[in-house]
Structure formats: C-alpha cells, structure tokens
C-alpha cells in the first residue's frame, strides 16, 4: 500500500528546502513547487504526537460548504447574458471535490459525448495519472466508451455518493435542460474533475474529529490543484478552479501550504481560482474578546452538546500578549493552569468525570509566529464549560476561538454569546482568491449562515456575493434538485469567471489576464447599496453582476 494513504504513517506538510535532510527514497510525495509531504511510520499513534510534531505540518481538515436537496423547487436557473455569446467553449473548469456522476446528461454534448476531458479519482485502486502515485485517472476516451455500454460503471467506476460535486459542476457548467428549468452559466465550458479521497483516520483521531464524519485533507486538495494544472497546460488550455470546501482551522489569516499555493496561482496567466467564504456566520462557533481592565484576564463560556463526543477548539490570541488557560468542568472541578510553552502537550484527566483534554499552549507557533492554543477533547461532558484566560505580561489582550466547521461537530455545540464576524473559512481568506458569499436571490437578503469577515488580520473579506439559495442543479442518478450555501454561490460566481476568460483568452481580446485581474474586475463591477459602506464584512465590494461587468469589458 502507497504510504499515503497507509494509516500507519502520518503525513506531514514539509517545505521542499527540507526534503533532501528527510528523503530515505520512498517516503516524500512531492505535493507541488513549494511543499512535499513526509510520511512518518508511528506503531502507536497519540494525541501528543501534535507536540513532538509542530501543529502546521499536519494538514487542515476541510469539509462541504452547499447543502443539496432531491427537491426541485421550479425555480428557473438565472440565465446569464447569453446573448454575448459567451458560453464557456475552450475553457477548462476544474472540480476538487466529491465526484461526479458522468453519465448525467448535464454534462454531455447534444451528440451524448462527454465534456468531462479526465477524472481522478483518488479512492479507486487503477492507473494513477502520470506524476501520482495512487488513485485512477479516466479519460475521456474511456468516458465516451463507457457511455456507449449498457453497464458503464464496469468500464469507468466512479461516482459521486455525496452529491455534492455533481451539484456544483451542474451550476457552473451544467447543460440545459428546459422542461426541468435547468441550465448551468457555461453550459459549453469543459471539465476536469478530482474526486478526493477522504481524510485519514489517523488525521481524524489527532484532533478528534469523529470517526464517521466526512473530511477530506488539505494536501490531497494540493495535489488535485496540481492535477488540474497538469491537464490545462498539456492542452494548453485556460482554467478555473472552484474550491467549495472550507475550514476552521488555522490562523484565518490566508496563510498555509494551500493558501500559499493558490495566491501564487491567482498572479499567473489563464488560470483564475474561486472559493467559497463559509457557513459559519450563524453556526455560534466563534467567539471573541477584548480584554481592557486589570486583572487582564478572560473567560468564556462553551456549551458541549450532548450527541458531541470528541472535538477540538482553537485560540488564538493577537501579539503580544501569552495567555494561560484554565478549565472548569460543569461539574465546577477545575483543571491545573497551563503555561505557555514551545512543543509541549498536556493530557488532562478529571475526577469527577470521564472526559479527556489535551493541551498544546504553543507560545510561538512556527508558521505565524503567533500563539496558538489547542484544545482536543474526547468522552466530552455536555454542559456548560467555562475557559479562563490570564495574560503573564499582565496588559491588555484580545484573542479568538473557533469550533470545528461544518458536519464535524453538531449545532449543539457552540460559544455561549458567540460573535458571527470573522468567520470566513480557511482558504475564503487567501489574499488573492476571489471570496464568495451567498444572498438569498428571492429576497435580496444575505444567508444567515453566510460567514462574515474580515479576516483575523483585518483583510477585506468576503469580496463578493453570488446567488445561493435553491439554486438548480443536476444531482447523481439522473436526477434534479436545488443546493444551498456559499459554494453554490461560489459556482456561480466560477461560471461568470469562465466567460471572462473565454472573452479575454479565447477570443483573443486580452491574452495576458490573470486570475487576481480577473477577480478585481469582478468586485469594482459589483452592484452596490448607495446607501452602505463598502468594502464591509457583509457583503464585501456588493453582488455580482454580469452585466455591468460585460459592460465595462466592452469598454476595453
């Protein structure tokens, strides 16, 4: 078995100026340009292994950002200035994310071909692409085949169980189909499609996250970002990227190995990536604080719900200040104070009840240069926690906290008088990505659950709102249904981003375009209140709109 995906072995995130101090010949996956992996064999692995091993080398867990729904509600998908001529035809879309179901009509020619160029898919043992090493990639070649055959899943066994990606592939480049009032925005547009393999268990069980919730890691998301890449600049082809998945986290500040990764992408020419900015804007599970007045210390409150197991909290405090942390129980028994300190990892047991705690204070967490408490709880006791915070240097402070995102923990679970700004999703707060919320299109109102910026750095984030809220889409097994959230809005937002590069690079009217060009021509052509304040946390620079930004395109 491949050590990548080998539960024996940890796979950490290493620069590739360290590679040659660690390569023994068959233990580093090269992920891309900047960063590798490293697989470590552990025979017993622990929760302190975070601890021996620095907290950013593990990757991130990320989950969906769109609920999808079999029903189909009779909304008409919004057709978008298709009298510009502007369909998507020579563009890549790249999908990262659940699967697809390619025998869906949505994504055939009217000859009944595939648009669909190749898929990897990382959960079946096959033939990897070239440059990889696990998973199977299906051309389109075996595609078409396939379709031709009464049983195509023998011949190409991949799907989508979870629907999600199908969905947001339909919105964006989905076929029309008038009698179920469907059509994508570039119903011409190619694609190419990873399906991500799950994350780790041994991933999982470090930062206790159920066992049976859906997560994929953040380095296979590189490496289907590189694959993506691979197959446009073989076809010599421009692409866009639409990312729908998010997490909580990291610093919420645009740095890590993928932010990092994709920022540089978003400077290059033919390539434009966007992402979605979260669910978590009424989740409850941020939480921030000033702290002004002696004694400077701070506490809060967290409600553990009861079907909520095991999970873990991140806090992270603005330099310069260095905070302790306390525990007390719903039972009112108090934990010892931990310090902090540099790669230590405290395991703290109750008395009066069963639940588990590991402590990492890390003083100066080596990618940021923050701190960073993590807290990882396991046989957690429901009820009311309360988690005190005192700052050594005795001066002010403020700091935040965040829950984990998305399906890995309950709404049972949250901050007692939480806060729903600053919770923008990793990688919704890279710099350059285009950053897309979602507003009910209906009423002209933002989704509740839309995360809200800016970022923990005070980065103008979202950029953008898109409509997402019962948007049609083509679903797995021939079917239709409506999806839900800010990744349905970051499909949309995709799909008007393909026509732009379609009018720039196709039609030859400005070859040079970048993504991060790209993007800025999208908010400044954003509808906007005359009576807001923009850029805002809310709503970014406004709603997309398509025809103001054709407009100023035929300016040019």
Same mark, same amino acid.
Request: net charge negative.
């Given at each position: 078995?491949?050590?990548?995906?080998?539960?024996?072995?940890?796979?950490?995130?290493?620069?590739?100026?360290?590679?040659?101090?660690?390569?023994?010949?068959?233990?580093?996956?090269?992920?891309?340009?900047?960063?590798?992996?490293?697989?470590?064999?552990?025979?017993?692995?622990?929760?302190?292994?975070?601890?021996?091993?620095?907290?950013?080398?593990?990757?991130?867990?990320?989950?969906?950002?769109?609920?999808?729904?079999?029903?189909?509600?009779?909304?008409?998908?919004?057709?978008?200035?298709?009298?510009?001529?502007?369909?998507?035809?020579?563009?890549?879309?790249?999908?990262?994310?659940?699967?697809?179901?390619?025998?869906?009509?949505?994504?055939?020619?009217?000859?009944?071909?595939?648009?669909?160029?190749?898929?990897?898919?990382?959960?079946?043992?096959?033939?990897?692409?070239?440059?990889?090493?696990?998973?199977?990639?299906?051309?389109?070649?075996?595609?078409?085949?396939?379709?031709?055959?009464?049983?195509?899943?023998?011949?190409?066994?991949?799907?989508?169980?979870?629907?999600?990606?199908?969905?947001?592939?339909?919105?964006?480049?989905?076929?029309?189909?008038?009698?179920?009032?469907?059509?994508?925005?570039?119903?011409?547009?190619?694609?190419?499609?990873?399906?991500?393999?799950?994350?780790?268990?041994?991933?999982?069980?470090?930062?206790?996250?159920?066992?049976?919730?859906?997560?994929?890691?953040?380095?296979?998301?590189?490496?289907?970002?590189?694959?993506?890449?691979?197959?446009?600049?073989?076809?010599?082809?421009?692409?866009?990227?639409?990312?729908?998945?998010?997490?909580?986290?990291?610093?919420?500040?645009?740095?890590?190995?993928?932010?990092?990764?994709?920022?540089?992408?978003?400077?290059?020419?033919?390539?434009?990536?966007?992402?979605?900015?979260?669910?978590?804007?009424?989740?409850?599970?941020?939480?921030?604080?000033?702290?002004?007045?002696?004694?400077?210390?701070?506490?809060?409150?967290?409600?553990?719900g009861g079907i909520d197991n095991e999970y873990f909290i991140e806090i992270w405090p603005y330099?310069?200040?260095?905070?302790?942390?306390?525990?007390?129980?719903?039972?009112?028994?108090?934990?010892?104070?931990?310090?902090?300190?540099?790669?230590?990892?405290?395991?703290?047991?109750?008395?009066?009840?069963?639940?588990?705690?590991?402590?990492?204070?890390?003083?100066?967490? $080596?990618? #940021? *240069? &923050? %701190?960073?408490?993590? /807290?990882?709880? =396991?046989?957690? +006791?429901?009820?009311?926690?309360?988690?005190?915070?005192?700052?050594?240097?005795?001066?002010?402070?403020?700091?935040?906290?965040?829950?984990?995102?998305?399906?890995?923990?309950?709404?049972?679970?949250?901050?007692?008088?939480?806060?729903?700004?600053?919770?923008?999703?990793?990688?919704?707060?890279?710099?350059?990505?285009?950053?897309?919320?979602?507003?009910?299109?209906?009423?002209?109102?933002?989704?509740?659950?839309?995360?809200?910026?800016?970022?923990?750095?005070?980065?103008?984030?979202?950029?953008?709102?898109?409509?997402?809220?019962?948007?049609?889409?083509?679903?797995?097994?021939?079917?239709?249904?409506?999806?839900?959230?800010?990744?349905?809005?970051?499909?949309?937002?995709?799909?008007?981003?393909?026509?732009?590069?379609?009018?720039?690079?196709?039609?030859?009217?400005?070859? $040079?375009? #970048? *993504? &991060? %060009?790209?993007?800025? /021509?999208?908010? =400044?052509?954003? +509808?906007?209140?005359?009576?807001?304040?923009?850029?805002?946390?809310?709503?970014?620079?406004?709603?997309?709109?398509?025809?103001?930004?054709?407009?100023?395109?035929?300016?040019?």
């Amino acid at each position: 078995m491949e050590k990548i995906l080998d539960n024996r072995y940890y796979d950490l995130i290493i620069s590739n100026a360290l590679v040659t101090s660690y390569n023994t010949g068959d233990n580093i996956t090269m992920l891309n340009d900047l960063f590798s992996l490293l697989h470590i064999p552990k025979d017993r692995m622990e929760p302190c292994d975070l601890g021996v091993n620095a907290y950013h080398s593990f990757p991130e867990l990320y989950t969906l950002e769109s609920v999808i729904s079999m029903e189909n509600t009779g909304e008409e998908s919004r057709q978008i200035a298709a009298t510009r001529g502007l369909f998507g035809r020579g563009v890549i879309v790249g999908i990262i994310d659940t699967g697809i179901d390619y025998r869906h009509p949505a994504f055939m020619n009217n000859d009944r071909t595939s648009r669909i160029l190749s898929i990897w898919d990382q959960t079946v043992d096959g033939t990897p692409p070239s440059g990889f090493t696990f998973g199977s990639e299906y051309t389109k070649d075996l595609i078409n085949f396939a379709l031709l055959s009464q049983y195509p899943n023998n011949i190409v066994p991949t799907n989508d169980p979870y629907r999600h990606g199908t969905a947001i592939a339909s919105i964006i480049a989905g076929r029309s189909n008038e009698k179920e009032g469907f059509s994508g925005v570039v119903p011409q547009a190619d694609l190419v499609v990873v399906k991500l393999k799950e994350a780790k268990e041994n991933l999982k069980r470090l930062f206790c996250v159920p066992t049976g919730a859906l997560c994929y890691q953040e380095s296979d998301i590189i490496l289907g970002i590189r694959y993506l890449l691979n197959v446009s600049n073989k076809l010599n082809r421009p692409l866009v990227i639409c990312l729908t998945l998010g997490t909580n986290q990291g610093g919420h500040d645009g740095r890590g190995a993928l932010s990092t990764y994709l920022d540089n992408l978003m400077l290059l020419p033919k390539i434009s990536i966007i992402t979605s900015a979260g669910n978590e804007g009424n989740s409850r599970r941020h939480y921030y604080e000033e702290v002004t007045e002696e004694p400077y210390s701070g506490s809060f409150q967290l409600n553990s719900g009861g079907i909520d197991n095991e999970y873990f909290i991140e806090i992270w405090p603005y330099i310069p200040s260095r905070l302790s942390i306390q525990l007390t129980a719903p039972t009112w028994e108090s934990s010892q104070v931990i310090k902090p300190a540099l790669g230590q990892c405290h395991k703290l047991s109750f008395q009066s009840i069963k639940t588990n705690v590991w402590i990492n204070n890390i003083l100066f967490e $080596s990618e #940021t *240069g &923050n %701190q960073l408490i993590l /807290l990882r709880f =396991r046989n957690m +006791e429901p009820g009311i926690w309360y988690i005190r915070l005192d700052n050594k240097d005795a001066i002010p402070f403020s700091f935040h906290c965040w829950l984990p995102s998305g399906n890995l923990i309950s709404n049972e679970t949250y901050f007692v008088n939480s806060d729903p700004n600053t919770t923008i999703t990793m990688q919704g707060d890279t710099a350059n990505l285009l950053s897309v919320t979602a507003y009910n299109q209906n009423t002209g109102s933002i989704l509740a659950q839309s995360s809200r910026g800016y970022t923990r750095l005070g980065g103008i984030k979202p950029d953008l709102a898109a409509p997402g809220y019962n948007i049609p889409c083509a679903i797995p097994d021939f079917q239709y249904g409506t999806a839900t959230g800010t990744g349905v809005a970051a499909a949309y937002a995709a799909g008007i981003a393909v026509k732009i590069i379609e009018w720039a690079y196709i039609k030859g009217n400005y070859t $040079s375009i #970048t *993504g &991060n %060009q790209i993007s800025r /021509l999208m908010m =400044r052509a954003a +509808e906007r209140d005359p009576d807001a304040v923009y850029p805002n946390n809310i709503w970014g620079y406004g709603k997309i709109n398509p025809e103001n930004i054709f407009d100023e395109l035929e300016d040019f």
